[in-house]
């Protein structure tokens, strides 16, 4: 239950099948409107690695907004399920199976940006694991780079317990994701479906600072954290957390030279 490649087992192509009916593309891209695009943008960056790609949600989005993007993840049957939502929508996904831990070894070339999206970050259960994940990230960008990893507020559900908007990210009609367990080293959610199918992830319940912490501690100079795709935020309120890491403190330059 509480290893980093267990999660590969947990996506079962029936609970695959469904994870567009949890998240609901068009509710999505409603909420979260254009952050990551315009974020993207602002960076400079051109050439995109999605590497927790899902059923392809981000990946679609990107291409669609002129990004040039390499889809990955660490499922087989979620990287079907996207090269199959993107066909569906006019676009050849180059999708690549890759562990984190070994990325430079499954994924060729530099990315002017890495995202790793969809609270993914946190079937990882190991700090070992997670620190090189996040190192090989680091050395997949450009020397100015920038990762962007986004994360639930588990700060919260561990001191005051579980409560959602489910405004940004899993906007499906009818659909239930809350946990059924939760302490500082597990949180086992629970998936529950209109037809009555149920499904369980685990994950480490990664603390937004812990997170901060570790991205520094691998070399990224720079970090800013939003909260439900806002600048300004109080601690208790957002469901999740984007941390935008640069590997180079470049924003300034990047301003003075426009």
Not at 29 to 41: T, Y
Not at 65 to 83: H, I, N, P, R, T
Not at 123 to 141: C, I, T
């Amino acid at each position: 239950m509480r290893k980093t490649s267990h999660y590969k087992n947990e996506y079962v192509w029936g609970f695959v099948d469904k994870w567009d009916e949890l998240i609901d593309w068009d509710q999505r891209a409603q909420g979260e409107g254009d952050f990551f695009i315009r974020h993207l943008k602002k960076l400079g960056a051109r050439r995109v690695l999605d590497v927790a790609t899902g059923t392809g949600f981000h990946s679609v989005r990107l291409i669609e907004a002129g990004f040039e993007v390499v889809s990955a993840d660490g499922s087989a049957e979620m990287l079907a399920k996207a090269f199959e939502n993107g066909y569906q929508r006019g676009h050849i996904l180059r999708t690549v199976q890759a562990d984190w831990r070994f990325l430079n070894r499954d994924v060729h070339g530099e990315f002017d940006a890495i995202i790793c999206l969809g609270n993914s970050f946190t079937h990882m259960f190991n700090e070992k694991d997670r620190r090189r994940a996040l190192a090989e990230f680091y050395a997949m960008l450009k020397h100015d780079g920038v990762l962007i990893l986004d994360q639930r507020n588990y700060d919260i559900i561990i001191d005051q317990g579980f409560s959602s908007k489910h405004t940004y990210y899993y906007c499906g009609d009818n659909v239930k994701a809350e946990p059924e367990h939760i302490d500082e080293g597990l949180a086992r959610f629970r998936y529950e479906f209109p037809d009555g199918s149920i499904y369980h992830l685990n994950m480490f319940p990664l603390r937004k600072d812990y997170t901060r912490r570790l991205m520094s501690e691998v070399g990224f100079q720079h970090i800013e954290t939003y909260g439900d795709f806002q600048e300004t935020y109080r601690e208790e309120e957002p469901d999740f957390f984007v941390h935008v890491a640069e590997k180079s403190y470049v924003s300034e330059e990047r301003a003075t030279s426009r």
